[in-house]
C-alpha cells in the first residue's frame, strides 16, 4: 500500500506543476483525486499511474480532464463562522459607509471558486437578513464563479443536504428555505442579485471593481506560487480603495502588498488601503 501510494505521490508531483498546481495543497485531499483518476484509467484500461503518465504524454487533450480532476469542492454554508459574523457586523457596514462617501448606492461582490453556490448564498442570506433591514437604499450585487460548469448548475437549481446547512442559524434555515425530496432549496426572494459564471479564474476574473472578495480554500491552497502572486496582483487591480479581500482560515498570501493591511487580527481578511 505504502509502495502504490508512493507511486501515485510522485505522479501528482509530476503533474500538478503543469496545471499551475501545488502538491502541498493536495496532500490531504489526494486520495479523492487519486479516486477520480483511477477510475478514468479504468475507462482507459490503464494499470498504473506510470501508465496514464505516458497517456497523457501522447494526448494532449487529456490534461482538461485531469485538470477537471483536481477540483476539490468542500463547502458549506456559514462556513467559518466568525468570518461571516465578523463580514456582518463590521464589514458590510464599513464598506456601506464607504459606498455613501462615495455618493454611490450599491455593494459588488464575488465569490471566487463559489462551487455549488453556498458561500455565495450565505452572503445573500447576510444581506437580506441582518444588512439590509437597516440599510434599505443601499443595493448588493453578487458575481459567483467557478471553473466547473456541474457546480454552477448546482447552483443555480440551490438546493442542499442538510448537512450542508448545520452551521446556518436555524432560525434563517426555516425562513430561507422549503425543505422537499431534493433536501432544502432556497427560496427564490433569496436568489436575487446573484450572476453565476463558469469561469476559471487562472485565465479570466469579472472585471469588477469589487468592495468585497470572497477567494478562500482555493488559489491560496492549490495554485502555484507563482500564479498566486498574478491572481493577487489581478484581484488588487479589481478591489475598491478600503475594499476587503477574504481568503481560508487556514491559508496565506504569498506576500502583502504594500498598501494592504489585515483588517482583523487573527483572521484572514485583508483591506485594501491607498
Known sequence: MEEQDARWVDFL??????????????????????????????????????????????????????????????SRFYRDRRVFDILARNGLPELIRLSRSRGERLIRAWSAGCGAGEEAYTLTLIWALAIAPQNPDMAFELTATDADPHQIARARRGCYPASSLKELPPFWRDLAFNQDQEGYCIKPEYRLGVNWTVQDMRQTMPDGPFDLVLCRNLAFTYFSTALQRQILRRLDARLTTGGLLVIGVHESLPELPTHWSSWVPGLPIYRKGR
Open 13 to 74: 508531483r509530476w503533474a500538478l506543476p503543469r496545471m499551475e498546481l501545488r502538491w502541498p495543497g493536495f496532500r490531504k485531499v489526494r486520495r479523492q483525486v487519486i479516486r477520480r483518476i483511477a477510475r478514468r484509467m479504468t475507462e482507459l484500461r490503464l494499470r498504473v499511474p506510470d501508465d496514464y503518465r505516458r497517456y497523457l504524454e501522447t494526448h494532449p487533450d487529456e490534461w482538461q480532464r485531469l485538470d477537471s480532476f483536481c477540483r476539490i469542492t468542500i
